[in-house]
């Protein structure tokens, strides 16, 4: 690839991220949302699309087109054949519009993992969230939990999206320590962490100014605190697994991963409060 990607190739620097999730025309989400943080890095991306919009959902009109999965699968295949794939240090997946195409990744995941055991898979399962509910097929969440977890280093669900992941158990009013023990059941034999953002936790509803991550890992779990900013506008999960793969690339640990991710979407959301008119 070398040769051709020096004749071809504007960038010359290797994929330090691969990002699979929704690409809208017009909107701040999915890879719209991910791509700038981790571009303002410098870091290179390679972004793959699971669904096209031309905007957000919420507006009057919306039209989408789902990307078939074999075209996903034969994109991946591309990406492996000019060593994108070899290079890349993280996979990030996002938002799945069908479940077949989370078997697709899953597969290819796979057979890259066989020879890089080291790489870095983080899912940001985007299955909804409290205010709009559901934002995918209900078998996304299935397909998510059998094939792409046992897959991944880390995983970053809303307490909607953990209630999705886990439908046997219960999550609201649960304390502290069974919320991170129902979370840590989620993690795969490659498994290191969930950060569990917006936790809703009873022994803390005296806080109702700030926003309660719960990040778990197998042996422990601790409470992240950020600044509440009201506001109705989405892609903030985006931005905040966009912030926490950022960090973890540049050598934190978990917890100051989630710290700073954190805190990007409180600058995201204040700087957003400030350019909106009065």
Same mark, same amino acid.
């Given at each position: 690839?070398?040769?051709?990607?020096?004749?071809?190739?504007?960038?010359?620097?290797?994929?330090?991220?691969?990002?699979?999730?929704?690409?809208?025309?017009?909107?701040?989400?999915?890879?719209?949302?991910?791509?700038?943080?981790?571009?303002?890095?410098?870091?290179?991306?390679?972004?793959?699309?699971?669904?096209?919009?031309?905007?957000?959902?919420?507006?009057?009109?919306?039209?989408?087109?789902?990307?078939?999965?074999?075209?996903?699968?034969?994109a991946l295949?591309?990406?492996?054949?000019?060593?994108?794939?070899?290079?890349?240090?993280?996979?990030?997946?996002?938002?799945?519009?069908?479940?077949?195409?989370?078997?697709?990744?899953?597969?290819?995941?796979?057979?890259?993992?066989?020879?890089?055991?080291?790489?870095?898979?983080?899912?940001? =399962?985007?299955?909804?969230?409290?205010?709009?509910?559901?934002?995918?097929?209900?078998?996304?969440?299935?397909?998510?939990?059998?094939?792409?977890? =046992?897959?991944?280093?880390?995983?970053?669900?809303?307490?909607?999206?953990?209630?999705?992941?886990?439908?046997?158990?219960?999550?609201?009013?649960?304390?502290?320590?069974?919320?991170?023990?129902?979370?840590?059941?989620?993690?795969?034999?490659?498994?290191?962490?969930?950060?569990?953002?917006?936790?809703?936790?009873?022994?803390?509803?005296?806080?109702?100014?700030?926003?309660?991550?719960?990040?778990?890992?197998p042996e422990?779990?601790?409470?992240?605190?950020?600044?509440?900013?009201?506001?109705?506008?989405?892609?903030?999960?985006?931005?905040?697994?966009?912030?926490l793969v950022?960090?973890?690339?540049?050598?934190?640990?978990?917890?100051?991963?989630?710290?700073?991710?954190?805190?990007?979407?409180?600058?995201?959301?204040?700087?957003?409060?400030?350019?909106?008119?009065?």
């Amino acid at each position: 690839m070398k040769g051709t990607s020096e004749r071809w190739e504007l960038d010359l620097r290797p994929v330090d991220v691969i990002v699979f999730g929704s690409q809208l025309a017009y909107g701040t989400v999915g890879t719209n949302a991910s791509l700038p943080v981790l571009t303002g890095a410098r870091l290179r991306v390679a972004t793959v699309p699971t669904t096209l919009l031309s905007n957000l959902p919420s507006y009057r009109s919306v039209h989408t087109h789902t990307v078939p999965s074999s075209w996903l699968a034969s994109a991946l295949d591309d990406l492996t054949a000019l060593g994108v794939a070899e290079a890349a240090g993280t996979i990030c997946t996002g938002y799945f519009a069908a479940p077949e195409q989370v078997r697709v990744v899953a597969e290819w995941l796979r057979e890259l993992l066989a020879h890089r055991p080291g790489l870095r898979v983080v899912v940001d =399962p985007t299955l909804g969230d409290d205010d709009v509910g559901a934002y995918t097929d209900h078998h996304v969440a299935d397909a998510l939990r059998d094939q792409l977890l =046992p897959l991944a280093n880390g995983l970053t669900p809303n307490l909607y999206e953990l209630d999705r992941l886990l439908p046997a158990h219960p999550l609201r009013d649960l304390d502290e320590s069974s919320l991170a023990e129902l979370a840590r059941g989620l993690l795969g034999p490659r498994g290191e962490w969930v950060v569990v953002t917006g936790a809703d936790l009873p022994e803390r509803a005296d806080v109702t100014e700030q926003v309660i991550n719960l990040v778990v890992t197998p042996e422990d779990h601790t409470v992240v605190i950020e600044e509440r900013v009201d506001t109705a506008a989405k892609g903030t999960g985006d931005v905040f697994a966009a912030s926490l793969v950022r960090e973890l690339h540049h050598g934190a640990s978990i917890i100051d991963a989630t710290t700073a991710a954190a805190e990007e979407v409180c600058r995201s959301l204040r700087a957003r409060s400030v350019a909106t008119p009065g």
